[in-house]
């Protein structure tokens, strides 16, 4: 058995070897013979010039001819077509920097070697111009200025194509330009270092006058200052009204319950009246006619100046009856019902809930000065608040005189006299 193993592997090498050469010459049968080209026109060739140098080249030259950069193919034949093939594309010369030369090409597999035809019969045809590409705006900086290549002998010099001299960027916008620019920011400077003494004070400073807080800029207006009061109240009631309706639309009932209580503080602070609408107006105005409007405000003044009451609620009707008076003042100022006006708004600020006696004279003093001959008993009032209430002895002795000479009243002459004699011993 073994031995009849061995000769079928022998029968098998033989068998195979002589398969391999009948294949072998097989191939060597049908290999093709060269094929030899019959054209119409004959072959010209032109020599072609070596490679220039990238420092060489110049710009805006174009070559008659196409000048390869590498080695061209080993040329095959191919039958001649009907019509000229159109000319090769001429290769974009792209500006780019010097660079290092190529590294040479791997050997590729040779091909069988072809041999040339024994007749030229045909001409190849004459290249095309060639066709500028558009060229890119260069980025590099621009190139030496090229030289011709050097002719070899018997041949004449060929022209060889540069890359074109880099067109100027546009200025940069200096916005851009200034987000680029990385600045170096300036050193800190040592702090010096402060005594405790000195940190207190300022932080003592810092709790009485906040920084950035400025005082309003009126001078020694008096009118603007109190002007300037009167807004801020109205602007902090306002504020607090304002923050009221935000918590009790959103249900907050702590931050309610606290600002109810701010509110209800705000109310019981006096609201001094540092200026009342008598002392603003000027002393210059006369009632000089009848108007209905001022008439009917003086009536209804009268109605809560007079109306019995008690207290806190008579207070109430006094303060509505002063806004009665003062709008006649302030909206009808000749109206013949201002001095009227001025001489209740002083026995209202003299009486037992306001006892604002300095507010008193001055309403008495502008009804006498809007109309001298007044029934009211202007001056006699106010010369009694300065001898009895301010204690102004000299102003009280001055307004007792004027009653002497000016008032129609023997009543309030006589009193004026027992006053006088009283207060200078006359």
């Not at 039958?79 to 974009?92: G, R, S």
């Not at 060229?135 to 011709?148: F, G, H």
Request: charged residues 25%; contains cysteine; proline residues 15%.
């Amino acid at each position: 058995m073994y031995r009849f193993s061995l000769v079928l592997a022998a029968i098998g090498a033989i068998l195979f070897c002589a398969a391999g050469q009948t294949i072998a010459q097989a191939g060597s049968e049908y290999q093709l013979p060269p094929v030899k080209l019959k054209p119409e026109r004959p072959i010209t060739t032109q020599p072609i010039p070596p490679t220039p140098a990238p420092a060489e080249l110049e710009p805006e030259a174009v070559t008659p001819a196409p000048v390869p950069t590498v080695a061209p193919p080993v040329p095959v034949a191919v039958p001649a077509p009907e019509t000229p093939a159109p000319a090769p594309e001429e290769p974009v010369a792209v500006p780019t920097e010097a660079a290092p030369p190529a590294p040479a090409a791997e050997p590729k597999e040779t091909l069988p070697p072809v041999e040339p035809p024994s007749e030229i019969l045909w001409e190849a045809p004459e290249p095309a111009a060639p066709v500028e590409a558009p060229q890119a705006a260069p980025i590099e900086a621009p190139i030496a200025k090229p030289a011709e290549a050097p002719a070899t002998p018997g041949q004449s010099p060929v022209a060889v194509e540069t890359p074109p001299e880099p067109m100027a960027l546009p200025p940069m916008p200096p916005e851009l330009a200034g987000e680029r620019v990385e600045e170096t920011p300036p050193m800190a400077k040592p702090q010096k270092m402060r005594k405790p003494a000195e940190i207190q004070k300022e932080v003592v400073e810092a709790q009485i006058a906040p920084a950035g807080e400025a005082e309003p800029a009126l001078g020694g207006n008096e009118v603007a200052l109190v002007e300037e009061v009167a807004r801020t109240r109205k602007a902090y009631d306002r504020a607090l009204t304002t923050l009221k309706d935000y918590y009790l639309a959103r249900a907050n009932a702590t931050k309610l319950n606290w600002v109810n209580s701010e509110l209800a503080a705000f109310e019981q602070v006096p609201k001094i009246q540092y200026l009342g609408v008598a002392e603003l107006a000027s002393p210059t105005l006369r009632p000089t006619r009848r108007i209905e409007a001022a008439d009917q405000l003086y009536a209804e003044g009268i109605q809560y100046k007079d109306y019995p009451a008690f207290p806190p609620g008579k207070k109430d009707y006094l303060k509505t009856a002063l806004q009665k008076f003062q709008t006649i003042i302030e909206k009808y100022p000749d109206s013949d019902k201002i001095d009227d006006a001025a001489f209740r708004m002083g026995e209202i600020y003299s009486g037992w809930y306001f006892q604002d006696y300095t507010r008193a004279v001055q309403c008495y003093e502008r009804c006498w000065q809007w109309n001298p001959r007044t029934d009211h008993p202007a001056l006699f009032n106010a010369a009694k608040i300065y001898d009895e209430k301010l204690k102004n002895r000299a102003k009280a002795v001055e307004l007792y005189n004027r009653v002497l000479t000016e008032s129609a009243n023997e009543n309030l002459k006589n009193q004026a006299m027992s006053r006088l004699k009283a207060l200078t011993g006359k």
